[in-house]
């Protein structure tokens, strides 16, 4: 147990809907991070929030969007999904906010969050 | 734009031998690199790190090594174990950001 709980496991929904990924860091990270992985893809980073602001944007869709609550546990909305969005969904947390000399931020990740859109 | 590649999607050693993983990168302000590794219906767990300013790390079986130059980094397992098998995940981060940046990945099988 990684500390960093995901949920729903699994999510089967169909084309046009919408779900919220939730996420709840590991005590102690004011940061969570999103990250996708398509089919024999790499985790592509979507979006990170610290301690309740987004901090960073990647390649995250307009149709997605994220928030972090003040009990520093996020949701990931998805909405209109596409078949194209089957993927797992990884939440991760870290509580480095930068800055050089800070050594490496290493992240802690979920189970994920498996998305099948039919 | 690719900035972390792991060219080799794939690769199977046998037990007690070496197992070196590759990773390239194009950003110059890169200045810490990680390896995670992967366990199918898990996520990714932290394995070991580097810092921009060395050019190797060690841990136990695990070594990291890092050539600035060629922009190239590398994982090596000595000896392989078959509870090694696992998809395995390098990674950077850029010393203005936390995000960690990741490659695609390479799926490492250890037989006996």
């Known amino acids: 147990d990684s500390g960093v709980t995901q949920t729903p496991k699994h999510l089967i929904t169909a084309t046009g809907q919408r779900v919220t990924l939730r996420c709840s860091p590991r005590?102690?990270?004011?940061?969570v991070y999103w990250y996708q992985q398509s089919l024999d893809q790499g985790l592509q980073f979507l979006i990170q929030?610290?301690?309740?602001?987004?901090?960073a944007k990647g390649n995250i869709l307009e149709r997605f969007s994220a928030q972090q609550f003040p009990d520093l546990h996020s949701e990931l909305n998805l909405s209109s999904l596409e078949l194209g969005d089957s993927a797992l969904y990884f939440c991760?947390?870290?509580?480095?906010?930068?800055?050089?000399?800070?050594?490496?931020?290493?992240?802690?990740f979920g189970a994920g969050s498996r998305l099948t859109v039919l | 734009d690719q900035q972390v590649k792991q060219n080799s999607p794939s690769l199977s050693v046998q037990e007690g031998r070496i197992s070196i993983l590759n990773c390239d990168y194009t950003?110059?302000?890169?200045?810490?690199f990680l390896w995670y590794k992967k366990y199918p219906a898990e996520g990714p767990t932290f394995l070991i790190s580097?810092?921009?300013?060395?050019d190797k790390n060690e841990d136990g079986r695990f070594t990291v090594f890092l050539n600035k130059s060629a922009k190239h980094l590398s994982l090596h397992i000595v000896p392989s174990q078959p509870g090694d098998s696992a998809v395995y995940f390098c990674?950077?981060?850029?010393?203005?950001?936390?995000?960690?940046?990741f490659g695609t990945g390479t799926r490492l099988q250890v037989f006996p």
């Open positions: 990674a950077a981060s850029a010393y203005d950001t936390d995000k960690l940046i």
């Open positions: 005590s102690g990270d004011l940061s």
């Open positions: 950003n110059s302000m890169f200045d810490y």
């Open positions: 580097i810092s921009s300013i060395k």
């Open positions: 991760a947390s870290g509580g480095w906010s930068g800055g050089p000399n800070s050594g490496a931020n290493v992240l802690t």
């Open positions: 929030y610290y301690n309740g602001e987004e901090r």
